[in-house]
């Protein structure tokens, strides 16, 4: 009976497509909070401050 937590999911959490084809295009920016250089898979506007990856998880909102 061990078996019966595979089932149900597929290979759906596996893939990051998400229904974009081909990598995401990355944009550099500079982190807001360690001034380091990070990629982002979004455009930077300028009016919000982006993060990499290290301070945006001391940044992001909690989810409830």
Wanted: with cysteine; glycine share 18%.
């Amino acid at each position: 009976m061990g078996d019966d937590r595979r089932g149900g999911s597929g290979g759906f959490r596996g893939g990051r497509g998400g229904g974009f084809d081909g990598p995401r295009e990355m944009h550099k920016a500079t982190c807001a909070d360690c001034n380091q250089e990070t990629e982002v898979p979004f455009k930077p506007s300028g009016d919000r401050p982006v993060y990499c990856r290290d301070c945006y998880q001391k940044h992001k909102p909690k989810r409830y």
